[in-house]
């Protein structure tokens, strides 16, 4: 018996010492999940990243990914990553503000005016000095993701200015800033999550949920939904989590193609949903849903109506994140 052992334990010495480098991956299943539907953008960063991680690791990491909130939604996933029962979640950063408070930055209405500014905000300092609180709660955030712009849509009327939304029941994610940005504006504001909010709708349990042009197609909200107003009141990034529990059993390697591969499903991530955007606007109209922009003015007096709730929510996120990320984007605007 001790031969056997001794005799084994040599041949597996041998073999570490024999091994290439691609031995520094163990062969590994990484679950994925994800709220919405595989033909969503997300399903397009994530075969990006699987084509990297299987080039990197000789095809020893495989990633299986899970739509349409099959393992639970936004939250309750992270919650997994934490306690390291699942390995990575693609997710919006809005849910998770009851884990870390300073992701409240990015539910701030009206913060970003556009894509750029996004993408120089999150690629850049300001996106590492958020992603380096995020180990001390379990989570390693490998990237920043595209969500995108979000918009209203409703059952009820056309919004054209916010004292169309009195009254609306407007689903919101489980998050105070949003409940908050809608309740101020005269909404009667849900929380609920995601995987909830077609049956709401489609009841009449609610009136209203906003979310980004390539989500109200994919997850078919055009079904239930009347009226579409281009709000743009706010992008919420999706963070590619890993759980850390797991993370730290990984080899340098195993690590590096990771972080990697997130960066490269990054890219193509952004790329087909910016690209999908105006595809699947056009796509809920020809649905039939009626969409309408919001005149500049009316458009002006939304976001100085919602100044209030960065007053009333600054010291929950850190008056200092808040600072940051003010100073970031008046950097990147010149002024
Ligand atoms: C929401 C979010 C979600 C996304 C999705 C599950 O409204 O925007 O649609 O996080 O990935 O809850």
Redesign the pocket.
């Known amino acids: 018996m001790k031969h056997a052992i001794t005799a084994a334990l040599g041949a597996m010495l041998a073999l570490s010492v024999a091994m290439p480098a691609s031995a520094q991956f163990t062969d590994r299943n990484l679950r994925i999940s ?3 539907n595989a033909d ?1 953008p ?1 399903g397009n960063g994530v075969s990006a990243m699987e084509a990297c991680l299987t080039e990197k690791s000789g095809g020893a990491t495989k990633i299986t990914a899970f739509w349409g ?1 099959a393992l639970g ?2 939250l309750q996933a992270t919650q997994a990553l934490r306690s390291g029962t699942q390995e990575m979640v ?3 950063s ?2 998770l503000v009851g884990i870390l408070p300073a992701l409240g930055v990015f539910d701030l209405p009206f913060l970003f005016a556009n894509e750029e500014e996004a993408d120089a905000v999150l690629d850049g300092e300001f996106g590492d000095y958020i992603a380096e609180m995020l180990p001390e709660v379990g989570l390693i955030n490998l990237a920043y993701w595209e ?1 995108g712009f ?1 918009n209203l849509t409703n059952s009820r009327n056309p919004v054209e200015k916010w004292e169309d939304l009195e009254g609306m029941k407007v ?4 998050n105070n800033i949003f409940l908050d940005t809608f309740q101020n504006m005269g909404a009667n504001a849900t929380p ?4 909830e ?1 077609f049956s709401a709708l489609e009841t009449k349990a609610i009136d209203a ?4 042009f390539v ?1 109200i197609d994919t ?1 078919k909200f055009y079904e239930v939904q009347e009226y579409l107003s281009v709000t743009r009141h706010a992008y ?1 990034p ?1 963070l590619v989590l890993f759980s850390k529990p797991i993370w730290d059993t990984l080899s340098a390697e195993e690590q590096a193609a990771l972080q990697e591969c997130a960066i490269v499903g990054r890219d193509a991530q952004r790329a087909a949903s910016r690209e999908l955007s105006e595809k699947s606007l056009a796509a809920v109209t020809e649905a039939g849903m009626q969409v309408n922009e919001l005149s500049a003015e009316e458009q002006a007096r939304m976001v100085e109506k919602a100044q209030v709730v960065y007053e009333k929510h600054a010291a929950d996120i850190g008056p200092e994140v808040v600072e940051r990320v003010q100073a970031a984007l008046a950097e990147i605007r010149g002024n």
């Not at 609920?192 to 995987?195: H, L, N």
């Open positions: 994800n709220g919405v969503h997300a909130g939604g936004d693609v997710t919006s809005s849910p969500n979000r689903r919101v994610m489980q609920m999550a995601f995987g909010v949920q906003e979310n980004p989500t997850s919420t999706f």
